[in-house]
């Protein structure tokens, strides 16, 4: 985890400090006037002179939408002192976010609980309490696109943007940063269990340094399917060696090997829990955390070889 930056209270301030930390981040207005980009901004309008929306000069503040989003302190300067009042916005994939939008009022909160019994905790990141009941999980993005909506309250923000402390919400309560209300950068991968199936990682091709069998040698018996087959002790090494962004994940990928290769009885799912429990110590997961992704790991739809 990285170190938090404090956010100042006024939102000219702190749009500044987003700024100074390499945020890109653009006006939004208290009443979300819709985006509309005058005839000058409008590349369909015979009027439309050629602009980066960022240098944009005609100073309506809806041009341009988040495209103009910028970290030019002079730019976010004259913004906020045209409308010191106005919210700030964050574009997700602009900034390489990817965002859980958790809306409680629409039982989101639900959904949340429901998502952490299929695919295990999610990956620990700095969170944001939107002032409405509400929550944002940001996290890095995947690269690609992500469902928009894919369970009752639950948004996958991406191609849109997200609103930063102290932004005021639509109910007047005022977006924070949760915990220490410092904001921190984020910087854990997307949870795999919530990436679509087919960009899930497979089981991942064996480093070539770590490659214990010549390649034209006796190789081991292998999985159905070619892939290699994952020892204890590989199992182990593969959660100590994650960088610290993604040991949440690698511990869950060892785990589902463990549950797979038990069941095939190719591994001793005690011994192996054993192993991987004292893995995920040693790199710093609790062990209700890891106790919670190693039996979640078990019962995981589709990422199960059979299925
Ligand atoms: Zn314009
Ligand atoms: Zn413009």
């Known amino acids: 985890m990285n170190v938090g930056i404090e956010i100042p209270a006024e939102l000219p301030a702190a749009a500044a400090a987003y700024a100074a930390a390499g945020i890109k981040v653009f006006r939004v207005r208290r009443n979300k006037t819709p985006y509309a980009n005058c005839p000058r901004?409008?590349?369909?309008?015979?009027?439309?002179?050629?602009?980066?929306?960022?240098?944009?000069?005609?100073?309506?503040?809806?041009c341009h939408g988040f495209w103009a989003a910028t970290t030019d302190p002079a730019l976010i300067h004259r913004w906020?002192?045209?409308?010191?009042?106005?919210?700030?916005?964050?574009?997700?994939?602009?900034?390489?976010?990817?965002?859980?939008d958790v809306d409680p009022r629409n039982g989101g909160d639900r959904s949340l609980q429901a998502l952490e019994q299929r695919a295990g905790v999610l990956p620990g990141t700095g969170m944001q309490l939107t002032g409405g009941g509400g929550l944002h999980?940001?996290?890095l993005s995947p690269g690609f696109d992500l469902p928009g909506e894919p369970f009752p309250g639950i948004d996958f923000k991406h191609n849109g943007y997200i609103?930063?402390?102290?932004?005021?919400?639509?109910?007047?309560?005022?977006?924070?940063?949760?915990?220490?209300g410092l904001f921190r950068q984020p910087s854990e991968?997307?949870?795999?269990?919530?990436?679509?199936?087919?960009?899930?990682?497979?089981?991942?091709?064996?480093?070539p340094a770590r490659q214990r069998f010549p390649v034209y040698g006796n190789r081991p018996k292998g999985r159905p399917g070619g892939g290699r087959m994952w020892t204890v002790a590989d199992l182990?090494?593969?959660?100590?060696?994650a960088s610290t962004g993604n040991r949440n994940n690698a511990f869950f990928f060892a785990a589902c090997r463990a549950h797979e290769l038990s069941e095939q009885g190719l591994l001793d799912l005690i011994d192996t829990r054993a192993g991987l429990m004292s893995a995920a110590a040693s790199v710093g997961l609790t062990e209700s955390e890891a106790r919670a992704?190693?039996?979640?790991?078990?019962?995981?739809?589709g990422d199960r070889g059979a299925a």
């Open 80 to 100: 906020w002192r045209e409308e010191p009042g106005a919210n700030i916005g964050a574009p997700c994939k602009l900034n390489g976010w990817a965002v859980i």
């Open 137 to 139: 999980l940001p996290y």
């Open 189 to 207: 991968p997307w949870p795999s269990a919530l990436l679509p199936r087919k960009e899930r990682p497979a089981v991942p091709a064996p480093r």
């Open 293 to 301: 992704s190693f039996d979640s790991a078990a019962t995981r739809p």
């Open 41 to 62: 901004c409008d590349k369909n309008s015979s009027l439309y002179v050629q602009h980066r929306p960022e240098a944009c000069q005609c100073g309506v503040p809806t």
């Open 163 to 180: 609103l930063l402390a102290p932004s005021v919400h639509a109910s007047g309560g005022r977006y924070r940063w949760a915990g220490d």
């Open 236 to 241: 182990v090494q593969h959660v100590m060696d």
